[in-house]
């Protein structure tokens, strides 16, 4: 096994999560097997307690894995199925430990940071790195490690130091660190300056972490004399210094480093040459091409609870781009803050109000997402409402679905305190309801998440041709109430469709509402399984039906290359070199600030 470590260095932010998951896009490109593994040096055990307003979304893995954003993204740029334990966090190591002290497995020593924190996080490391993740048997080639932090940080000490020990461990060419900088640009005279990269390499160094490779984000290309001097003062050679200036859209980013050669300076370090072929980012690079120039819009609207940081809903707004880029439209996601479409804030807010819902008209396609807790669900009723009744093409998530459920209770059955008991525990019309999967007393581990199959009872509705009438569909879920399975006759009766349930046939899973263009919700989180060039079939239903194409859903839309519109391309690795920042422009010609980690809060198109 091989090891590739991302530290960063200077700020947090810097996109540290798209560089390494682009190292490994890359790496597969060149015919290696890579997993990968994100240490979070935060206490928590797991990302499933964090606020997404703080934190982003809490992503979901098949084994029921509540863990970091950034999984997500190796998932999707490595089309890979992670575990739980490829998320390492502080809590859990001192957990494992502390729970070998009191086993007595320390044989009467004193319990230390070093050695005994430091060796579990090796352990781990080189237990989980051998988990196969590609769907094939047998470990992988390569483990792309991301450190998560900035160098410096007192959480991820313990971490630095068994990094160190680590890589003087599996010994020179097993070992590759990539350290991901910050090269800033004085405006007044233009200058690219070094300073904060040499001093966060020598904490680097001071620590016992030697980089191979430095990866610097920069507005533009690094000037000769730039990494001359970088080399001189960081001891890291001249062909191993990559500038990761500012791209469209992140799609662009291995393509950036493939056009800087970091495959052969890491596959160098690590043994590799002669085993691994010449990248082949052919499908990668035809669809990024796709992706670059569309221009026509397709709007959606996304009424949430979170609607000030992207991150939140990092991975619907993927699911919603990769629908969109097969569809080839360009994405524009309208946030609407549920909470300004009811009656409250046309009193105390007007203007807000009418913003809100004349965003919401002005859309094509409605979206609600996941969500816990009660505020905004009023307005997410509202959302739901106006979809159903003026045929707008709707998806909803989870929440979302039960809110489609509540709203249907309410308008058409005419239950007007129809509710989910997660809302009002008192309602006498309780259409959504708690339904652990184990005990209904036990307090901790009632929600229901992972894996979990999906029956389609209706052969020939819309989901299940979107799920190419497989017959059955394993989704994601995370969440404890679902739709009252005492209540399915009446909506049914009433026209709502359950066409989707699980083994048991008591879980509603998928809803659709026949005599509706595309009005569809789920149960489970198909964001979640979404790929580029691999969209999630009711995203690609949305985005087709609120693009007028739900007719024609390519049956290959998961081939780039057939997607390309006439003269734009067939695929061949014809793609631009990145010289000196002037890398090609997106259609709105934007080149700035895209290649963050996702808190740009703007139309969210750029992801
Ligand atoms: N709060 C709802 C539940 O627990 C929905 C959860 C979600 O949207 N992830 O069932």
């Known amino acids: 096994m091989k090891y590739v470590l991302v530290t960063g260095?200077?700020?947090?932010?810097?996109?540290?999560?798209?560089?390494a998951s682009s190292i490994g896009l890359l790496l597969k490109a060149c015919g290696l097997r890579v997993t990968s593994i994100k240490i979070d040096p935060?206490?928590?055990?797991?990302?499933?307690?964090?606020?997404?307003f703080e934190h982003g979304e809490v992503f979901v893995l098949d084994d029921g894995g509540e863990v970091d954003l950034d999984l997500g993204n190796y998932e999707r740029f490595l089309d890979i199925k992670l575990t739980r334990d490829n998320n390492i966090t502080t809590g859990k190591i001192y957990q494992s430990v502390l729970d070998n002290e009191r086993k007595g497995d320390y044989l009467g020593k004193t319990v230390q940071v070093v050695p005994h924190i430091t060796d579990a996080i090796q352990k781990w490391i080189e237990r989980v790195a051998l988990i196969p993740v590609d769907g094939k048997e047998g470990p992988a080639d390569v483990c792309v490690i991301e450190l998560g932090g900035t160098i410096g940080d007192i959480e991820s000490m313990?971490?630095?130091e068994a990094l160190g020990q680590f890589s003087y461990h599996v010994g020179p060419g097993n070992f590759c660190l990539i350290h991901v900088s910050l090269v800033p640009v004085l405006n007044v005279v233009g200058e690219q300056k070094t300073k904060p990269t040499q001093h966060s390499v020598r904490g680097l160094r001071g620590l016992g972490l030697i980089p191979n490779i430095l990866a610097c984000r920069s507005t533009k290309a690094l000037e000769d004399n730039v990494k001359?001097?970088?080399?001189?003062?960081?001891?890291?050679?001249?062909?191993?210094?990559?500038?990761?200036?500012?791209v469209p859209n992140i799609w662009h980013i291995p393509l950036l480093l493939r056009d800087q050669k970091a495959h052969e300076a890491i596959l160098k370090e690590l043994n590799l040459?002669?085993?691994?072929?010449?990248?082949?980012?052919?499908?990668?690079?035809?669809?990024t091409r796709v992706y670059d120039i569309l221009h026509e819009p397709v709007r959606i609207a996304m009424v949430g609870k979170y609607t000030g940081l992207s991150d939140s809903y990092l991975s619907v707004l993927k699911a919603l781009l990769h629908a969109s880029v097969a569809c080839r439209r360009k994405l524009v996601v309208e946030w609407v803050a549920a909470g300004d479409l009811e009656d409250v804030t046309a009193k105390e807010a007007p203007d807000v109000y009418k913003n809100a819902w004349d965003l919401l008209k002005g859309s094509d396609g409605v979206l609600v997402?996941?969500?816990?807790?009660?505020?905004?669900?009023?307005?997410k009723i509202l959302a739901a409402k106006y979809a159903r009744e003026n045929k707008v093409p709707f998806l909803g998530v989870c929440l979302g679905m039960q809110i489609a459920v509540i709203e249907f209770a309410r308008s058409v059955l005419g239950l007007h305190d129809a509710n989910s008991t997660e809302f009002d525990p008192e309602t006498s019309h309780p259409c959504v309801i708690f339904m652990p999967e184990g005990s209904k007393t036990h307090m901790g581990g009632t929600m229901r998440v992972g894996s979990r199959r999906t029956y389609f009872k209706v052969p020939n509705c819309k989901s299940a041709k979107l799920y190419n009438n497989d017959g059955f569909v394993d989704e994601r879920h995370r969440h404890r109430y679902e739709v009252n399975p005492n209540m399915v006759q009446q909506f049914e009766n009433a026209g709502l469709s359950f066409v989707g349930r699980d083994e048991t046939g008591q879980r509603m899973e998928i809803i659709e509402l026949p005599s509706h263009p595309y009005f569809v919700g789920a149960q489970f989180h198909p964001e979640f399984k979404s790929r580029p060039g691999k969209p999630s079939a009711l995203f690609l239903g949305l985005i087709a039906a609120a693009s007028g194409q739900l007719d024609a859903v390519p049956q290959n839309y998961g081939h780039a290359s057939k997607l390309l519109p006439n003269g734009i391309g067939n695929g061949k690795p014809t793609v631009k070199t990145y010289q000196n920042g002037n890398a090609i422009k997106s259609s709105n010609g934007s080149l700035n600030g895209v290649y963050s980690n996702g808190n740009d809060n703007g139309n969210g198109a750029h992801h």
């Open 228 to 246: 001359a001097k970088l080399s001189q003062f960081c001891h890291v050679a001249v062909e191993n210094i990559l500038t990761l200036y500012d």
């Open 369 to 379: 997402p996941g969500g816990f807790g009660d505020r905004g669900v009023q307005g």
């Open 273 to 287: 040459i002669g085993v691994a072929r010449e990248p082949d980012l052919q499908e990668w690079t035809a669809r």
């Open 42 to 52: 935060y206490l928590n055990t797991d990302a499933g307690t964090m606020s997404p």
């Open 158 to 160: 313990p971490f630095i």
């Open 9 to 19: 260095g200077v700020v947090s932010g810097l996109g540290k999560g798209v560089t």
